[in-house]
């Protein structure tokens, strides 16, 4: 089964800063990587699939990048809105369906 | 647009049985996949189980003696079954519908979740 892992679990900044997360994959997932974003009480969202991919209605201050094993989600700009938990999730090979294990955006 | 909702008790008793009911509206369970996923307080995404319109069926090693995932397609509804529940099945538990496409394997949308508590 490929795992996916992210890093850091949490990460405080400001408005306007620029935050980066990681995903890792345990083996080659070429770009079946997404990304999703879940605020306090709601459900996960997707924001991003295929690493780069930004869906429809997400604003062009979050992009994603990587290949293979190794990939990132960039978030510049930090709004207030922005405050929130990031999964990401490989689409390579289910089951079982593998998310990591979330990254918490807090407000320094 | 596809819209998935959860229905469930809210609070089950310990080694009791967990029935969970999704559904969809908007669009059709043909040619997708639906998953349970839920979220125990404070914590990450695990997921249960997965069902393809065939019938075709995927559970998580850690659960499968425990669950049942199960379709009806006439009625647009997918349900979980989750036997012997203990305090460490307290979570939110979201319905989900999954799909292989050019970008691999998504799962968009997602229900808003129903909260389960078991406790006596």
């Known amino acids: 089964d490929i795992q996916v892992t992210q890093s850091p679990s949490s990460v405080s900044a400001s408005v306007g800063d620029t935050v980066t997360i990681t995903c890792r994959a345990s083996q080659s997932i070429t770009s079946y990587l997404n990304w999703y974003q879940q605020t306090p009480g709601k459900a996960p969202k997707l924001l991003i699939s295929?690493?780069?991919n930004l869906q429809r209605g997400v604003p062009s201050r979050f992009s994603g990048s990587g290949s293979e094993t190794d990939f990132t989600l960039t978030i510049s700009n930090l709004q207030p809105e922005d405050f929130a938990t990031y999964y990401c999730q490989q689409g390579y090979s289910t089951p079982p369906l593998a998310f990591g294990g979330g990254t918490r955006v807090e407000i320094k | 647009q596809v819209q998935l909702q959860e229905s469930g008790p809210g609070l089950v008793q310990p080694s009791e049985t967990l029935s969970l009911t999704c559904t969809v509206s908007?669009?059709?369970?043909?040619?997708?996949?639906w998953s349970w996923i839920r979220q125990p307080p404070g914590k990450g995404l695990e997921w249960i189980a997965s069902i393809y319109y065939t019938g075709s069926t995927n559970y998580n090693p850690s659960l499968k003696s425990r669950v049942t995932i199960s379709l009806d397609t006439s009625r647009s509804q997918f349900s979980l079954k989750l036997s012997s529940v203990t305090a460490a099945d307290t979570a939110v538990y979201y319905c989900?519908?999954?799909?292989?496409?050019?970008?691999?394997?998504?799962?968009?949308?997602w229900g808003q979740g129903t909260p389960i508590s078991v406790s006596s």
């Open positions: 295929a690493a780069s």
């Open positions: 908007g669009g059709s369970i043909r040619l997708y996949y």
């Open positions: 989900a519908r999954g799909v292989y496409d050019s970008s691999g394997y998504v799962v968009d949308p």
